[in-house]
């Protein structure tokens, strides 16, 4: 498998895990959604210890669900 099958078979797990079509990492993001992405992405990286981590996907969840997100993820 050569890097891009890699690439494109990471974004598809991606996609089926998050139970969105592909496209929609292929849209182009806004500058806001992609500053808030990057800022979101560097706080985890920031946070050591796994309760920590439970938690922000706690509140993730639940901000996901009140938009109407039904994955059990």
């Known amino acids: 498998m050569d890097t891009l099958d890699?690439?494109?078979a990471t974004l598809n797990r991606l996609a089926r895990a998050l139970d969105v079509p592909?496209?929609?990492f292929l849209d182009e993001p806004s500058d806001s959604d992609a500053?808030?992405?990057l800022a979101l992405v560097q706080l985890?990286?920031?946070?050591e210890d796994r309760e920590g981590?439970?938690?922000v996907l706690s509140v993730?969840?639940?901000e996901?669900?009140?938009?109407g997100y039904k994955?059990?993820?």
């Open 44 to 47: 985890w990286s920031e946070i």
């Open 6 to 8: 890699a690439h494109a």
């Open 71 to 73: 994955g059990s993820a």
């Open 53 to 55: 981590r439970r938690r």
């Open 64 to 67: 996901a669900e009140r938009g």
């Open 35 to 37: 500053s808030d992405f």
């Open 22 to 24: 592909v496209e929609e």
């Open 60 to 62: 993730a969840r639940q």
